[in-house]
Structures are given as C-alpha cells and as structure tokens.
C-alpha cells in the first residue's frame, strides 16, 4: 500500500488530445519536482536499459464542471498539498517561457483551469478529491 497519492483531475469537455497533453505534462511536474517518487530503470536480459515509472500510480478523475474542478484544486490548497496546474490558456503557448508568461499574468482566483495534479498523503489527497469519479 502507498502512504502517498498522485491524483490528475481533468475538465471533462476537453478535446481527446488535450485531456492526453494535461495529463502528460501534469504527471512531468511531480517527477521533476519529486525525486523519491522515480522507480528504478527497466533493464532486459540483454542489459539494454529503459526509462523508469513513476512509483507511485497515477488515478485519473474527471471534473464535469469548472466548479468542480475549482473545489478539488481549493480543497487541495487548504490540506497543504503539492499542486500543479495546467490552465487552457496553455494548448496555445509553444514555449517554457511563454508557459510561464502566460501563467505570471493570472492570481491564482482568476486561473482558466483545464487540469491540475494533486500529490500528497493519502488521506488528504482523497479528501481532495471528495464527490468527483475516476476518468472513463
């Protein structure tokens, strides 16, 4: 059994290829920010080498609202958990640079949120996630 929690909420009209991009650069900020969440090289019999997993599984939910999606990223910042976002502004930045310009320009109460990731314990991070369903 894990004692941690990766768990990636996603706004539920969102076209296939950007629930795949939110989910993609959402589980990137915790692996970069995380290190003891890196699992161990693959090696085959030969030796030849493949990158790792995380080590900690990563369950998906859908958002059916903005609202909803909003009080998962609220309940997520009262418990004091890592969050990481991802806003729709971003599907039209081509840059690290712009990413971050784009996000520098919004307080937090004004974000467009599409997705965010929550990582932290368990327990907080399902209370995080109270009311909303895994992904389909």
Same mark, same amino acid.
């Given at each position: ?18 629930k795949l991009n939110v989910v993609s650069f959402l589980a990137s900020s915790v692996a970069i920010r995380y290190p003891e969440t890196h699992?161990?090289? !693959?090696?085959? /019999?030969?030796?030849? +080498? ?8 990563? @369950?998906?939910? =859908? ?9 998962? !990223?609220?309940? /997520?910042?009262?418990? +004091? ?8 502004? @971003?599907?039209? =930045? ?43």
């Open positions: 059994m894990y004692d941690k929690k990766i768990a990636i909420i996603i706004e539920k009209d969102l076209l296939p290829w950007q699992g161990g090289d !693959f090696i085959t /019999a030969e030796n030849i +080498k493949f990158l790792p997993f995380l080590k900690h599984p990563i @369950l998906i939910y =859908t958002a059916e609202t903005t609202e909803k999606l909003k009080r998962a !990223f609220l309940r /997520a910042t009262e418990r +004091k958990l890592a969050i990481g976002i991802y806003t729709r502004a @971003l599907f039209a =930045t081509r840059s690290e640079e712009e990413n971050i310009s784009e996000i520098a320009q919004h307080s937090v109460d004004n974000l467009d949120l599409v997705g965010i990731i929550i990582y932290g314990d368990n327990k907080l991070v399902n209370k995080s996630l109270d009311g909303l369903k895994f992904h389909e």
